[in-house]
């Protein structure tokens, strides 16, 4: 069964970095794109950013200049580094993989979601 565990979030001070993980776990053949989404509270889930399995990024204008995501295909691993923190990057952030189980069809894996607080 593929599983994606998240780790890295925080409690940091505006100005802060964080870096957050996304590992893959279970029998897979492939992933295409990995992404980062956050939900504040009170507010819609939004994409923070994508990697295509090119390695092309895109980013939320929001965070664009600050936050970098890349990927280990050799560890099945993306992340998400985030710098110049602002409390508005206050958030749940949820990493996200489009792929294909051994034994199964693509398709999207969400991880459990990791609480990320900035403070001012």
């Known amino acids: 069964q593929v599983q994606l565990v998240e780790s890295g979030g925080n409690l940091v001070q505006a100005g802060g970095s964080l870096r957050l993980s996304c590992a893959a776990s279970?029998?897979?053949?492939?992933?295409?794109?990995m992404g980062w989404y956050r939900q504040a509270p009170g507010k819609q889930r939004e994409l923070v950013a994508q990697?295509?399995?090119?390695?092309?990024?895109n980013y939320a204008v929001s965070v664009k200049g600050r936050f970098t995501m890349s990927r280990d295909d050799a560890q099945y691993a993306w992340y998400l580094q985030m710098n110049s923190l602002k409390p508005d990057d206050t958030a749940v952030y949820y990493c996200?993989?489009?792929?294909?189980?051994?034994?199964?069809?693509?398709?999207?894996?969400w991880g459990q979601g990791n609480q990320v607080t900035v403070s001012s």
């Open positions: 990697i295509t399995s090119d390695y092309n990024t």
């Open positions: 279970g029998s897979i053949d492939s992933i295409a794109t």
């Open positions: 996200t993989g489009f792929l294909r189980p051994s034994k199964g069809f693509w398709r999207d894996y």
